[in-house]
């Protein structure tokens, strides 16, 4: 889907790839640009036939990442150590900022590689990598 016709994209993030630093002070300068509009995501949704409602939207949202990262090695290990150190607060402390942290990495790495490659490069060097990663996988699934 093209970011022209991505509601859900403010105009700053649709300038992002032609030049990053205009975007960057666009968005300084520019208080309308505003990433959860739900009149724009509630418009854009009915024509997709999805959710109605910003509150459907982001609920759906919310659920379908809850239930895939349920039962994670994150959550696990996260689970272990506030077993073994009753300390739940400063466990949930930790591994929030740590999440954080990972996801800072994975959008400054990704804005690095988006001024270096085209996006169609970097969706099938993304889809090429997860599907060599499932052959790794089931190979070893098999193999084992």
């Known amino acids: 889907m093209s970011s022209e016709s991505n509601p859900f994209l403010p105009d700053v993030a649709k300038s992002l790839?032609?030049?990053?630093?205009?975007?960057?002070?666009?968005?300084?300068?520019d208080e309308s640009n505003e990433i959860f509009d739900a009149d724009r995501i509630e418009a854009f949704a009915l024509s997709q036939g999805k959710p109605k409602t910003f509150r459907g939207v982001f609920l759906s949202t919310f659920i379908t990442i809850f239930l895939a990262e349920m039962g994670d090695k994150t959550q696990v290990t996260t689970l272990l150590m506030a077993a073994e150190f009753h300390a739940p607060w400063v466990i949930f402390a930790g591994a929030g900022a740590a999440l954080i942290a990972t996801s800072l990495v994975g959008v400054l790495l990704?804005?690095?590689l988006a001024q270096r490659i085209s996006p169609q490069a970097l969706d099938r060097s993304a889809g090429l990598t997860l599907l060599g990663i499932t052959v790794w996988l089931l190979w070893d699934l098999l193999v084992a």
């Open 110 to 112: 990704g804005q690095w």
């Open 17 to 29: 790839a032609d030049s990053p630093a205009k975007a960057v002070s666009t968005a300084a300068s």
